[in-house]
């Protein structure tokens, strides 16, 4: 493990490192990427804690392996590499069994630049084609992103940051089985099966669920083109969609209004271990908010400002229902808000123990709020009563 760190601090290959299954609840996991200041190189760890808080810390590249090294299997009983050529997971059991999945090639390449603005190190490379990124239009066959997609690049790589942070929430065996719901032309199904297959060495059963089958036709022929054979588009309606198990993954990007609610209702029924979702197009409470002689109605006199507060009181009592449900919930930014206004990511990581007490605070919670604001949500009376 060492000479693994090693490695891809010295070469500059490393592009991310997450410790996680921390020994101290109080730190959730702690991530560390190379970068480069006046006096050399660093390896900079942030540790994310339960708190909401984050606490950075720089250590000189010469003495990074050691320190982090050191950290396993004492303080963290998870690490995972993500480098240039290829990714690492190190596994440490309660019986103290330490197991190593190194998938590391070594090569004489580098990372080119390393400084606060460096070019970003993405976990799909921007210069080397991937199969998937080629097919739907994203790269060239030599690799290089075309204009118009480059956005697109970057959402998919930042998605897969995410999907990678909670990695150790969703893989709990060595075949794991994931959902796309509402997947449109599944720009991140591809995505997230190269991830875990490709990158990760995982058996994977996905299954990618849509209204439009000539979208669905579209993405099937280009899985079977790839060889993705446990990759599968079905057109169908979410709803009634017969899932196969507990999955282990559910994702949805920018499934519109109660069609969000539809994906978080499905994740929570079916116990999915880790929902991510993208919501878009908040109609529902923007149709229900009406001025009611209540302290709130300065919030609905301008309609662009009623949508906003809208948008966020909806995606707010989403994560509060996922809470209730049990999980833990954090909202994040997808990607800058300047590529798209549908920026908002519901993060649930399926918690292992749940407080009654604390379930009837969050339904109590909800209920005042839905009254305050007179509105009734699509999740209220299944999911949060």
């Keep these: 493990m060492k000479d693994i760190l090693s490695y891809v601090i010295q070469s500059k290959t490393l592009t991310k490192l997450t410790l996680s299954k921390s020994s101290d609840p109080k730190i959730l996991r702690t991530t560390g990427r190379l970068i480069a200041l006046k006096d050399g190189i660093y390896l900079a760890l942030e540790s994310f804690l339960s708190d909401g808080k ?36 190190v596994k440490v059991s ?7 999945l190194n998938h590391i090639k070594k090569s004489d390449s580098s990372c080119a630049c390393l400084t606060h603005n460096r070019e970003k190190q993405y976990i799909l490379p921007s210069n080397t084609p991937v199969d998937f990124l080629v097919a739907l239009g994203v790269q060239d066959e030599n690799g290089r992103i075309f204009d118009k997609k480059r956005s697109k690049f970057r959402q998919i790589n930042r998605f897969l940051e995410m999907v990678a942070d909670v990695e150790s929430s969703i893989v ?19 995505a997230v099966y190269y991830y875990f297959t490709h990158i990760r060495g995982y058996a994977v059963t ?4 849509d209204l439009k089958e000539d979208v669905i036709s579209f993405c099937s022929d280009i899985a079977r083109k790839l060889n993705y054979t446990g990759l599968h588009f079905i057109a169908g309606d979410i709803r009634s969609f017969p899932i196969r198990r507990q999955p282990d993954l559910t994702v949805s990007l920018h499934a519109c209004d109660i069609a969000t609610d539809i994906v978080l209702a499905k994740g929570i029924d079916s116990g999915s271990r880790v929902i991510l979702s993208t919501p878009c197009c908040h109609h529902e409470m923007m149709h229900q908010l ?10 609905m006199e301008h309609s662009i400002l009623k949508q906003k507060f809208a948008d966020a009181a909806t995606d707010a009592l989403r994560c509060k229902v996922l809470e209730i449900n049990g999980y833990d919930v954090t909202a994040l930014e997808l990607i800058d808000p300047e590529e798209t206004p549908k920026n908002v990511l519901i993060r649930g990581v399926k918690r292992s123990h749940t407080d009654p007490v604390r379930i009837a605070q969050l339904k109590a919670e909800y209920a005042r709020i839905c009254d305050l604001l007179g509105v009734h949500p699509y999740l209220w009376d299944g999911y949060a009563k």
Excluded: H, W
């Design 54 to 89: 984050a606490v950075q810390k720089n250590i000189p590249a010469a003495q990074a392996a050691d320190i982090v090294a050191a950290l396993i299997p004492d303080q963290y009983r998870q690490l995972n590499i993500t480098a240039a050529g290829g990714s690492c997971e």
């Design 94 to 100: 309660k019986k103290g069994k330490v197991t190593v």
């Design 172 to 190: 709990t065996g060595k075949e794991l089985y994931i959902l796309d719901l509402c997947c449109g032309k599944s720009y991140l199904s591809f």
């Design 206 to 209: 996905m299954d990618c669920v």
């Design 290 to 299: 009406k001025p009611s002689g209540k302290d709130t109605d300065f919030l």
